[in-house]
């Protein structure tokens, strides 16, 4: 892994940390890959730095209920949606989902199902500069997307963010 990558992963950390602030639990989902465990590690520091309760677990091994999880998984591919869609049901309230991850399962026909009841998070860079948080939930099959936040990109996240680009648009 490049130096602008882990740096880069670094900024996606601090910012699901940010989201998952206002949860006292939270379990780490993650996948075995180099990027996704290396933001693994870095929010479950950060959380436990705010005096959270943080479990982090392999993807393969989530078979628990959990009230809240951060959700881990991706670069976005084919069996994504249905990998993600296999471990909603072990959350109880809140998930947060990888951008990917997000971007894969909501294409599922039955995501309304399976996020009755729940609340999912996700972030995405829409606008230069900033990052929008949003919150979805479903009730009776239909989904209710609401933007809950946005969050500023600092001149440092931003030059991390366009090495990281410029690395991979190579």
């Known amino acids: 892994m490049e130096g602008a990558e882990v740096e880069y992963r670094a900024v996606l950390s601090l910012i699901y940390a940010d989201m ?16 996704c465990i290396s933001m693994a590690s870095a929010i479950t520091a950060l959380l436990m730095a705010r005096g959270k309760r943080v479990e982090a677990v392999p993807a393969a091994q989530f078979r628990n209920s959990a009230r809240h999880a951060l959700f881990l998984m991706g670069p976005y591919r084919n069996d994504l949606a249905e990998a993600v869609a296999s471990l909603l049901p ?6 947060i989902l990888h951008t990917p991850a997000y971007y894969a399962v909501e294409e599922l026909a039955d995501f309304p199902k399976l996020i009755e009841g729940k609340e999912v998070r996700y972030a995405v860079r829409e606008d230069p500069g900033e990052i929008t948080i949003y919150k979805v939930t479903a009730r009776e099959g239909e989904l209710k997307k609401s933007e809950v ?8 996240e931003l030059k991390i963010i366009r090495r990281y680009e410029m690395l991979n648009s190579t």
């Open 90 to 95: 072990y959350v109880e309230r809140v998930a």
């Open 149 to 156: 936040a946005r969050r500023k990109l600092s001149a440092t």
């Open 20 to 35: 998952a602030s206002d949860l006292d639990d939270v379990v780490i989902v993650f996948e075995n890959s180099p990027s």
